[in-house]
C-alpha cells in the first residue's frame, strides 16, 4: 500500500482497509445481506413450480418457504429435522395451510421417496453442519428435478482451488482466524466441537470453488455463483450424474 492510498484511509480504521484490500483481491465479491440476494432468487424461479425448502425451521420458522408461496410457487414443501414451531404454524394457518411440512433429516436415506421432487430446491444453512457434505448433496439431488438454489456458510478463495477446512479439532489460534464475529453461536468454528450435539456443530468451510466442484460431482450445473465475505450462493440446475463409483458390473479388461 502506497503512500496516498495511506492518506486516503487514514482515520477510517483497519475494517476500511480490510474492506478496500478484499474487493481488490476478489473484485467479484458482494455486499449486503445474501437474505436479499436469497428472497430475490427465489422470487426469480418459483412462479408456477413446485418448491422444497430444506432446512427451513431454525430461527427463521419457515420465512423462505412463505416468501415462495407469496411470490406463486404452485406448491411448497418445508423439511426440517426440526419439529414444526408455533410461529410456523400460526404463520401456516393464516395461509390456509398452504405450506407441507416433512419432519426429516436431509440424510435419511428414505427422505426423498417420502417428500417426491421437485422443481425448486432452496437449501440454506445446512452443508457446514454436515459430516458427508457429498452424501447430503446426493440427497439434494434426489429432490431436486430442476433448480437449485444452495447457500452455505464458506471461506474466500485460496490459492489452490477446491480448498475446504474441516473444523473439528483445529487449535483454538486457527479458530480465532477463520471466525466470522457477530452474535450467534457457532459451535465448532469459535469454540471446540462438542462431538454429542451432532448438527449443532459447524463442520465444513469450502470455498466458492469447492462447492462448484461438489455440486458439479453429484448432479448439478452451476448456472450463477454469488459470492459474499462468510457465503457462497449457487443456482444450479439438475444434469445427468457424471461421477460413478462402486462395484462394476464386470471387472476391467
Known sequence: MNGKTRDRFAGHGRGTIARWIRRRRYPGLLEGKPEDLWRELIARHVPGRSFADVGCMWRVDGAYSFHALAKGAA???GIDI???TAAFAEKNAAVHDRVRFVQSDLNDPTLP???GEFDVVFCSGVLY?????IFSLEQLRRLCRGTLILTTASILERKTP???VFLPYLGPGVRERLDFGGPA???GLDSAVIERRGYANWLWLPTPSCLRAMIRFVGFETLASYEHRHVTTLVARAVAVEAQWGPRAEPPA
Open 75 to 77: 406448491s411448497v414443501t
Open 82 to 84: 426440526n419439529p414444526a
Open 113 to 115: 421417496d417420502r417428500a
Open 129 to 133: 453442519h454436515v459430516p458427508n457434505p
Open 162 to 164: 477446491h480448498s475446504a
Open 185 to 187: 453461536r457457532k459451535r
